[in-house]
């Protein structure tokens, strides 16, 4: 089992997948090994689907059943070379509206901190619209005040992006990164590497509590909420796109189920 294992994270890292997959891809396989038990490399369509039944009698969500199906399909295509056509369905997973903060709580959020630092962590995730892994991972080289612009590096799918910056906290980024050198962390962690992104979750849950907020929100809640309120504010959805690093216009579009102006404006009949 272990050298399966083996094969598969070496042939994902020479194709240059993400850590965070070969992360999610090890730990599916894993768990499918482990329930497989033997015959490994002899492809069983119906042991796959027994297998997905199983986690979700586990109660495991559909979202994490399809990344076990995913890693599972590789390791076939990709490692035992199989020809034979996997025919197993992705799981129809649940289609949930983001959670979006307000301005007003956004601003409350920012201010529920007394950390600079931290208060600079989530306007820089608030007003580039950024992941945590890319706030974390940003770098002074990174940072262009004179056009406003960060260049977001290696995001998801290993793409680059240029999103913008706000005017309101450059004076503040500037005092920050002018006493560093360019390769250096724009928010370092006290020992001087970068902060772990399970730090800057922390800190975004701190000051949501501190706000008295109801709402369900996460980190991303920050990148979310960027996106709802430039459609808002009437941005062309494109560029909202090409702001987020989306490769489907789709996936923009659900945030106009969140901010549609002309469901706000019918009055209920109660």
């Known amino acids: 089992m272990k050298s399966e294992l083996d094969r598969t994270i070496r042939e994902l890292k020479i194709r240059n997948y993400s850590p965070k997959t070969i992360k ?16 490994i490399d002899k492809l069983d369509t119906n042991n796959i689907k027994d297998f997905l039944l199983y986690c979700k009698d ?21 490692i035992i070379n199989v020809t034979d056509k ?9 289609k ?24 600079m962590l989530l306007a820089i995730a608030y007003g580039a619209g950024l992941r945590v ?21 290696h995001a998801k799918g290993d793409k680059d992006r240029i999103t913008i910056l706000s005017d309101s906290i450059k004076d503040k980024l500037n005092k920050i990164i002018s006493t560093k050198e360019s390769n250096e962390y724009v928010l370092s962690s006290e020992r001087g590497g970068k902060l772990t992104t ?33 459609l808002e504010n009437g941005t062309d959805i494109r ?19 969140v901010t549609n102006p002309r469901l706000r404006n019918i009055k209920s009949p109660l």
């Not at 999610?24 to 015959?39: P, Q």
């Not at 969500?61 to 399909?73: F, G, M, V």
């Open 96 to 119: 949930s509206l983001p959670v979006i903060l307000s301005r007003s709580e956004i601003k409350a959020l920012i201010e529920a901190t007394n950390n600079q630092k931290h208060k």
């Open 133 to 153: 892994s890319e706030v974390v991972n940003l770098k002074v080289k990174d940072v262009n005040l004179e056009d406003l612009t960060l260049h977001i590096k």
């Open 198 to 230: 399970r730090t800057a979750q922390k800190i975004f849950s701190n000051a949501l509590k501190k706000t008295g907020a109801k709402k369900d929100a996460s980190f991303h809640s920050l990148r979310h909420s960027f996106a709802t309120h430039l």
């Open 58 to 78: 586990k109660n495991i969500s559909a979202k994490t059943r399809n990344q076990y199906l995913n890693a599972i399909k590789y390791y076939y295509y990709n």
């Open 239 to 257: 560029y909202v796109q090409e702001l987020l690093g989306h490769v489907n216009i789709r996936t923009t579009q659900r945030y106009t189920q």
């Open 86 to 94: 996997i025919d197993v369905k992705s799981a129809r997973r649940t």
């Open 24 to 39: 999610s891809y090890t730990n599916g396989l894993s768990k499918y090994f482990s329930y497989k038990r033997k015959n």
